[in-house]
């Protein structure tokens, strides 16, 4: 039986035809265009496959409270026109299937938990370092949520005494999102972070923030596996200074075994979010 995974980006929708076991038939990628074009698209491209539901990964925040009427609806994006979208209900009205939406986030947690780094584990956090910062975490196949999901990249860091910068998050600006995100690197040193892998300096303050976040995720979730995956974490030799500065920041309070084996890449390359999106529908083919 065929389902649909979509990842609903900011900048540009994923959408796959494809199983529960994580097998991936067909797929198209394609811009992030105002909402009704862009879910035309998404129309287009599954009216071929016969598929018994639909999961979605989505940029946010959203909606998630089950008992809300705009359950399922984008809520406050700077993207405008894509604001108070109701993308659940357009789903649902094109394709008659169930579909099932989290953020993308909490996708791409999930696409590793069932198919990647944390197959092998009961709980584990995704975190994504990329234009923006988000993480999702998984426990015993089920996703957290509270009364909406999770924001965990808006939390508040201490700034390392060298680093005056004021942060690029439009609420808050020194959270960790404001200090620690692609465009916040961009912002502090004028350059894009592929074009700054020569100075030691940048990493080891990103490292210094983004080891500081996992302190306080792994002390508040306790969680067996932690994966570090988005776009700034294609400079590789972050895995290994964020081991350093975690370990030096918790100081032994927290035993999680091997480090190597507690903080580590995705397995799955760029397509956790998309089998993440299939591994949403489990259970109903
Ligand atoms: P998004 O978060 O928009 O889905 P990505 O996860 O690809 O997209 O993250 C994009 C961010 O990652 C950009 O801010 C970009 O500058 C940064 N980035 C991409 N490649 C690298 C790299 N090699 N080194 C450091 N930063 C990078
Ligand atoms: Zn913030």
């Not at 097998?23 to 879910?39: A, G, M, N, S």
Request: with cysteine.
């Amino acid at each position: 039986m065929l389902v649909g995974g979509i990842e609903a980006g900011g900048t540009k929708f994923v959408c796959a035809v494809g199983d529960t076991s994580g097998k991936v038939v067909d797929k198209i990628c394609f811009p992030t265009r105002d909402p009704e074009t862009t879910l035309d698209e998404v129309q287009h491209f599954f009216a071929k496959y016969e598929i018994s539901a639909i999961g979605v990964g989505s940029f946010g925040p959203i909606d998630l409270r089950r008992d809300s009427n705009t359950y399922g609806t984008i809520l406050n994006t700077p993207k405008t026109k894509w604001k108070h979208y109701d993308i659940l209900g357009r789903l649902e009205r094109d394709f008659s299937v169930p579909v099932f939406i989290t953020t993308d986030v909490n996708a791409a947690c999930l696409g590793e938990y069932k198919y990647g780094a944390g197959k092998d584990v009961n709980s584990c956090l995704y975190i994504t370092i990329g234009t923006g910062i988000g993480a999702g975490f998984v426990h015993d196949g089920i996703i957290f949520q509270g009364k909406n999901h999770p924001e965990m990249g808006h939390i508040f860091v201490p700034q390392h005494k060298d680093d005056d910068f004021k942060g690029v998050c439009p609420y808050h600006g020194n959270c960790l999102e404001g200090l620690a995100s692609g465009p916040a690197i961009e912002q502090r040193y004028g350059k894009k972070g592929h074009l700054l892998s020569d100075d030691q300096q940048v990493w080891e303050l990103e490292a210094f923030y983004i080891a500081q976040a996992i302190v306080n995720y792994t002390v508040m979730l306790s969680p067996e596996r932690i994966i570090l995956g988005g776009g700034v974490m294609k400079q590789e030799r972050l895995y290994e200074l964020i081991r350093k500065y975690f370990m030096k920041q918790m100081n032994e309070y927290v035993h999680v075994g091997n480090i190597d084996e507690f903080i580590v890449a995705p397995k799955l390359g760029d397509h956790q979010g998309i089998v993440g999106a299939f591994g949403l529908v489990d259970g109903v083919d």
